[in-house]
T-cell receptor
């Protein structure tokens, strides 16, 4: 089975830094994705980690520790447009590779 | 943006009626997926396809069927809609079934309300 946990909601201020955590317990782990989803829109790909460590992509960074079943998404220099839900998804390799999604973290950025 | 469209974008139907949702892609990707998204549950896989006429069940497939007669189209049918199937339905595509860091790209979604 699989279990993916993320905080339900977070708030932050424009210009600040926020870290969104994701913990997982899953069989056949084969990578972890972060997606951004604005209200009423489709999820869009942000990052992918399969090895331990930090992947940086502009204002967004994602970290993975496979031994701890833990990842985080770090958003720097927050902007109002970063208000969205952030979905953690684990790629499982159980015959067919599929994504298992967490319930998402709703981030509200205030002025 | 990946060329994925879904139709209809919004639908209201009555309990017991059949409903078909369409996903169309212009990327020639091999893999296509149907998810539903509900508060408190995140995205859950309903069915997926790994080629024309090749489909399989996901974790919440009861009450749903799919068909893929062409690479570009993946249809999701609710055989007899129930209120529990009120949801937002997303189609997704990927080229190589998530090999390496191949990701899934999502369509705009269909909002379905079953009364």
């Amino acid at each position: 089975g699989q279990n993916i946990d993320q905080p339900t909601e977070m708030t932050a201020t424009e210009g600040a830094i926020v870290q969104i955590n994701c913990t997982y317990q899953t069989s056949g782990f084969n990578g972890l994705f972060w997606y951004q989803q604005h209200a009423g829109e489709a999820p869009t790909f942000l990052s992918y980690n399969v090895l331990d460590g930090l992947e940086e992509k502009g204002r967004f960074s994602s970290f993975l520790s496979r031994s701890k079943g833990y990842s985080y998404l770090l958003l720097k220099e927050l902007q109002m447009k970063d208000s969205a839900s952030y979905l953690c998804a684990v790629k499982e390799n159980t015959g067919f590779q599929k994504l298992v999604f967490g319930t998402g973290t709703r981030l509200l950025v205030s002025p | 943006d990946a060329g994925i469209t879904q139709s209809p974008r919004h639908k209201v139907t009555e309990t017991g009626t059949p409903v078909t949702l369409r996903c169309h892609q212009t990327e020639n990707h091999r893999y296509m997926y149907w998810y539903r998204q509900d508060p408190g549950h995140g995205l859950r896989l309903i069915h997926y396809s790994y080629g024309v006429k090749d489909t399989d069940k996901g974790e919440v497939s009861d009450g749903y069927s799919v068909s893929r007669s062409k690479t570009e189209d993946f249809l999701l049918t609710l055989e007899s809609a129930t209120s529990s199937q009120t949801s937002v339905y997303f189609c997704a595509i990927s080229d190589s079934g998530l090999a390496g860091q191949e990701t899934q790209y999502f369509g705009p979604g269909t909002r379905l309300l079953v009364l």
